[in-house]
Structure formats: structure tokens, C-alpha cells
């Protein structure tokens, strides 16, 4: 999955990477839905990154299952953090064409797994941090969990 942004990082010339935790991050979901909210994610951050930029995939496992995407891009300005995951909103001065829609389907898919999905300024001063933290995470050995409608679990990233 991450292998198909890699062209269109490598046109704008930013630096695409992926950090983990050397554990896969396995999460109890929908494989299709989860796979929409990241790729969702990623084609925000390189679409908004200029080039020359950073993006950064990077999986977090604690009692939470953390998914991020950081980049060094715009940025979203603190007023709007809220509304860009409002169908259609798009925020002023961006010259990135798009329909508004893939916060609000990354928001909508985070719910349906009980995430919480947030924007958080990008401490480097420049870009933004997509973060996703799911209520629980566990080891791929580990006993399923009780979840959403007999969902599978997902490891992240995909072997």
C-alpha cells in the first residue's frame, strides 16, 4: 500500500518514510475501510507537502494503537483544524484541487473502530501531524479482541 505513494513522492521529490516500532501494529477492523483512512492520509500529506518536503508514515503501538502521517506541508491553521473534517469544507488560499471529502471519510472510518482522529500542528514549525489513535492495540499473537461486527485483524504495516 505504501509502495503505490512512492511515485508521486518521488515527482514532488519529498522524502517518503515509514517509522515503527519493529512490532507490527495490529488493529481489530474492517481491512478495506482501515486501508481507505491511511491511504486517505498519506495522499493529503503528499498532495499539500511542496517539494523538497517530508512525509512520514509512522506506527505507534502503547495500550493505544497510534497511526500517524506527518508532514511538512501547509499546514492546516488552528480555526479550521475541526471544520476540514466537514463534508466539502476546504480551506482558503490552497491551490490543490480536491473535493473536501477524504478528512471527513478518514473521521467517519475512525468512528465506525472507535478512534479518535486528530490534526496537530507538526512540531518543526512547518506541516501537520494526521493522527489516528485506536482504543486498544495488541501483538499478533495476542487473543482476538471483541470488536465491530466479526472484523479481522489488520496489521499495519501490511508484511
Known amino acids: 500500500m505504501l509502495s503505490d505513494f512512492v511515485p508521486r513522492a518521488r515527482q514532488k521529490n519529498i522524502d517518503f518514510g515509514l517509522e515503527t516500532t519493529g512490532q507490527p501494529l495490529v488493529i481489530d477492523g474492517n481491512p478495506v475501510l482501515l486501508g481507505e483512512l491511511i491511504k486517505n492520509l498519506i495522499d493529503n ?16 503501538a502503547t ?19 475541526e471544520r476540514v473534517f466537514e463534508r466539502f469544507y476546504r480551506v482558503l488560499g490552497s491551490s490543490e484541487s480536491g473535493s473536501g471529502l477524504g478528512l471527513p471519510i478518514v473521521r467517519e472510518i475512525a468512528d465506525l473502530h472507535r478512534a479518535q482522529v486528530s490534526l496537530i500542528p507538526n512540531p ?36
Open 124 to 159: 518543526s514549525g512547518k506541516g501537520t501531524i494526521a493522527q489516528v489513535v485506536f482504543p486498544r492495540s495488541r501483538t499478533p499473537d495476542s487473543a482476538p479482541l471483541p470488536s465491530l461486527d466479526a472484523p479481522r485483524p489488520i496489521t499495519f504495516p501490511p508484511a
Open 63 to 81: 495500550e493505544r494503537a497510534i497511526v500517524e502521517v506527518e508532514d511538512t506541508g501547509i499546514g492546516v491553521p488552528e480555526a479550521d483544524r
Open 45 to 60: 500529506a503528499i498532495k499539500y507537502t511542496p517539494e523538497g518536503g517530508c512525509v512520514t508514515v509512522r506506527t505507534i
